[in-house]
Each structure stands twice: as structure tokens, then as C-alpha cells.
């Protein structure tokens, strides 16, 4: 199974391919579907890791406390 990162760097080739005027008509629809199903796929991702931040910002009592980001 490809990982986001690499799932992401295939969707951005696509775009880069549609962009091109050389690409076919049947070619482009094919690659803009499969765009489509990838940017789902990835939506669908970043959705379930938000749940998940937000799991686990939850304090005992289940009210959300939003802490800052510490980078280090």
C-alpha cells in the first residue's frame, strides 16, 4: 500500500500531466478520473487523522482543550 506522501506525489504528476496541451482527450479523462478517486482518498485520510487530533485533545471529562504546538 502506497503511503500518503507517495499517494499525494502521484496526484500532483496527474495535475502536472493534465496541465500539458500535448496530453489526448481519452488519455486526460483517464487521468483526471484517476485523480478524482486519489484526491478522495486522500481527503477521506486527512479526515480520519483530524478525528483522531481531536480524540486525543479531549481531557477526562470529554470537553476539547486546544494546547499550543510545541516544535521541538
Known amino acids: 500500500m ?7 506525489k502521484e496526484l500532483e504528476g496527474i495535475n502536472e500531466k493534465l496541465k500539458s496541451a500535448d496530453t489526448p482527450l481519452q488519455e486526460a479523462l483517464k487521468l483526471f478520473e484517476e485523480g478524482i478517486g486519489l484526491a478522495q482518498g486522500l481527503e477521506q485520510e486527512l479526515q480520519e487523522a483530524e478525528r483522531k487530533v481531536e480524540i486525543l485533545l479531549k481531557d477526562e ?3 476539547e482543550k486546544l494546547r499550543p504546538f510545541d516544535e521541538s
Open 2 to 8: 502506497k503511503t500518503f506522501e507517495q499517494r499525494l
Open 61 to 63: 471529562s470529554g470537553e
